[in-house]
């Protein structure tokens, strides 16, 4: 069983930045793709930014050109570097790591939560 362990939320003035990671238990060696996700109080749990195994990223609109997504395979890791922090970025985020075995067994392991808190 792959645990996540995320580290780096906090309180932060608007503006600031902040950087999340996200370490899985153990090494990695099938497909996978990486995601981060957010929930802020009483709203859905939406998709803020994801990587692909073969580096490709994709952003939520929210937060296109202020987070960054990236990934370290060799330390089984990935991250989420957040610019121009805004008040509404404040949420717990989470990160979600999707590996693919074969064509038609896929897990999904999630991180327990880090909390955003972006003060105005």
């Known amino acids: 069983q792959v645990q996540l362990v995320e580290s780096g939320g906090g309180l932060v003035e608007a503006g600031g930045s902040l950087r999340l990671s996200c370490a899985a238990s153990q090494r990695i060696f099938s497909f996978n793709n990486w995601g981060w996700y957010r929930q802020g109080p009483g709203k859905q749990r939406d998709m803020v930014a994801a990587?692909?195994?073969?580096?490709?990223?994709d952003y939520a609109d929210s937060v296109k050109g202020r987070f960054t997504i990236s990934r370290d395979n060799a330390k089984n890791t990935v991250y989420l570097q957040m610019n121009s922090l805004k008040p509404e970025d404040t949420a717990v985020y989470y990160c979600k790591l999707v590996v693919t075995t074969s064509p038609s067994v896929t897990y999904n392991y999630w991180g327990q939560g880090t909390q955003v808190t972006v003060s105005s």
């Open positions: 990587i692909t195994s073969d580096g490709s990223t």
